[in-house]
T-cell receptor
């Protein structure tokens, strides 16, 4: 089946640093990728939708200058958490939509811990 | 505005039993209704999905029942196994999958 690779799986950083998370579709092209945030024992909350070659669309309440999204190719989207603070600690998950069959596939997630 | 209500929040089932999880939605514009399975520390994985033109879909031990008039759909796991222990999310899609809204999740524990 289709695979979405997300890296890193876990990152620990100091407050004030920036962290980049990569999301790659390995065997299909993804015109649209999504970024979610998930707190413990809670559901996935959509943060933003990115379309290849255009600016990301952010959900209400998500700071676009805080969470920079780049979708430079049909197989790669990145999320950069800028000047991370402890309250940004969370599980971040990407998903990619296969442009041929429109199915959605998820990455394995990134656990971000900001000290 | 909560568009998808999922119940129960947690569920304990004995091995071999039937696990049933329910979801209710509000917006009739939704046109794709999947269930996702998530293990701890992992991203969700598509389990089974249904479109509103059918009332039931079965894949192995997993069945979705869909009631369009009641705006409800449910997941049935037959012959539940300990390996099914995970968190299950229903979701609703609209507009060509451009936006997915997830339910609140159900933590299923299947005990031997």
């Amino acid at each position: 089946g289709a695979v979405v690779s997300q890296h890193p799986s876990r990152v620990i950083c100091k407050s004030g640093t920036s962290v980049k998370i990569e999301c790659r579709s390995l065997d299909f092209q993804a015109t649209t990728m999504f970024w979610y945030r998930q707190f413990p024992k809670q559901s996935l909350m959509l943060m933003a939708t990115s379309n290849e070659g255009s600016k990301a669309t952010y959900e209400q309440g998500v700071e676009k200058d805080k969470f920079l999204i780049n979708h430079a190719s049909l197989t790669l989207s990145t999320l950069t958490v800028t000047s991370a603070h402890p309250e940004d600690s969370s599980f971040y998950i990407c998903s990619a939509q296969d442009r041929l069959n429109e199915k959605l596939f998820f990455g394995s997630g990134t656990q971000l811990s900001v000290l | 505005q909560q568009q998808v209500k999922q119940s129960p929040q947690s569920l304990i089932v004995q091995k071999g039993g039937i696990s049933i999880i329910n979801c209710a939605y509000e917006n009739t514009a939704f046109d794709y209704f999947p269930w996702y399975q998530q293990f701890p520390g992992k991203g969700p994985a598509l389990l089974i999905a249904i479109r509103p033109d059918v009332s039931e879909k079965k894949e192995g031990r997993f069945t979705i029942s869909f009631n369009k008039s009641a705006k409800q759909f449910s997941l049935h796991i037959m012959d539940s196994q300990p390996g099914d222990s995970a968190t299950y999310f229903c979701a609703v899609h609209s507009g060509g999958y451009q936006k997915v809204t997830f339910g609140t999740g159900t933590k299923l524990q299947v005990i031997p």
